[in-house]
């Protein structure tokens, strides 16, 4: 068993998991347990969100073929049932991104599907769908000095007395290689995240790692434009924000789960304390220190 740290939680698990911090806090138990076993098979009582995941009235069962079969039971218990060797990233790169969103369901914490950056003592959060450039922008702030929370899945409390807050995870970044190279990233001898994909874990050194849990300052919502001429910046106030669901990981599985409350108020909660702001960037970011440049502006703004 190795003792690991994420989100604040204790982490006891039996699979290997060299992506997290080693756990240093209190000598409290286990917040989650992670075991390696037999998953409960697919019956009549798990309801079918999608092929991957049914979900049951006692946890979720995410499922990918030629990966793990995983199950997620009362925000306190993971079970792994591997088909790759106990080391394969592959089977981190799940556990890390849909199963810890359920968890986080279960657990009554808001995953996003933001990245987060340390700016001036509070959370810049970078979302957008998958490929917009979560990632990137977060290892160029990294390159100039700015301390990371997390890469594609946060975890913001909303409901505690201290407020919104935004909790690291662990000390890497998922990189495409060309955009590696683009950021003059060596990426000899990094893991891929998946053996079939030209995708790295980039770890990132201690001292630009933010182990503190801090309060969100600004959310950036990154899509791609092809003409220069459509990279404008639009705040969304409002309705429109609050309509932007697509900040929440896995937020369709979230409802499906019955965390409706969680999602509404979570959501409201969030974008009443840091503003939401819609960024183009360039299709393949040639625009990159510029576009740096802006967001970071976004979240260093005063606020009235």
């Known amino acids: 068993m190795n003792d690991y740290s994420i989100f604040g939680w204790r982490i006891r698990s039996e699979l290997p998991i060299p992506d997290l911090l080693p756990w ?15 998953v409960p098979p697919v019956t009549p009582d798990l309801t079918s969100f999608s092929p991957a995941v049914q979900i049951g009235p006692s946890g979720v069962r995410v499922s990918i073929p030629a990966v793990a079969d995983y199950w997620v039971e009362a925000g306190q218990r993971i079970i792994v049932d591997p088909s790759l060797p106990l080391d394969a990233p592959d089977i981190r790169v799940f556990l890390l991104g849909t199963v810890f969103a359920a968890l986080c369901f279960q657990r009554g914490v808001l995953p996003l ?70 950021l003059q990233i060596p990426t000899n001898g990094l893991e891929r995240s998946r053996m079939e994909l030209e995708k790295v ?52 599985l979230g409802l499906a789960m019955g965390q409706q409350a969680l999602i509404l108020q979570g959501l409201a909660r969030l974008v009443e304390r840091a503003p939401v702001a819609e960024v183009a960037r360039s299709d393949n970011f040639a625009d990159l220190p510029e576009l740096v440049d802006r967001v970071r502006a976004l979240a260093e703004m005063p606020r009235g």
Do not use: M, N
């Open 24 to 38: 240093q806090g209190d000598g409290r138990d286990a917040d989650v347990t992670i075991e390696i076993g037999p």
């Open 113 to 182: 599907h933001a990245s987060a950056i340390d700016i001036g003592g509070q959370a810049l959060l970078i979302s957008g769908i998958s490929g917009a450039g979560k990632s990137t922008l977060a290892a160029a702030f990294s390159a100039r000095g700015y301390r990371l929370l997390s890469d594609d899945l946060c975890a913001v409390t909303v409901t505690e007395p201290q407020g919104v807050l935004v909790y690291p995870a662990f000390p890497r970044v998922k990189l495409w290689k060309d955009t590696a190279s683009q």
């Open 201 to 252: 874990h980039l770890p990132i050194p201690a001292p630009l790692f933010q182990t503190a849990p801090l309060p969100p300052a600004q959310i950036v919502l990154l899509r791609t434009e092809l003409s220069p001429d459509q990279r404008e910046t639009r705040v969304l106030r409002g309705l429109a924000a609050l309509r932007r669901f697509d900040i929440i990981h896995r937020w369709r």
